[in-house]
């Protein structure tokens, strides 16, 4: 009697969709919380603030401590939220 995985076994999985247009309405509710991040460059800088503005390219970094600063999407290693709000 086959288990119950077996079904499976053999037949080609669908590999998962390349973007899955969820970083926009990430991005959108981190501005709009004004929630502070802190983004890992690829040059291993981490620079803190919250997200003022994005588009297909870019996101705008809006900071207390420095100047606002506009950093390429290919840029960032990862973006990760600091728990606080502006």
Known sequence: MPS???SNFGKKRTPPPDETFEES???KALGEKQKT???KLADGEVVRGWIEYYDK????LTREDGPNLFIFKHEIMYIAEDGKKK
């Open 57 to 60: 390219n870019m996101v705008r």
């Open 4 to 6: 119950q995985g077996s």
């Open 25 to 27: 309405t990430y991005l």
């Open 37 to 39: 991040v802190s983004l």
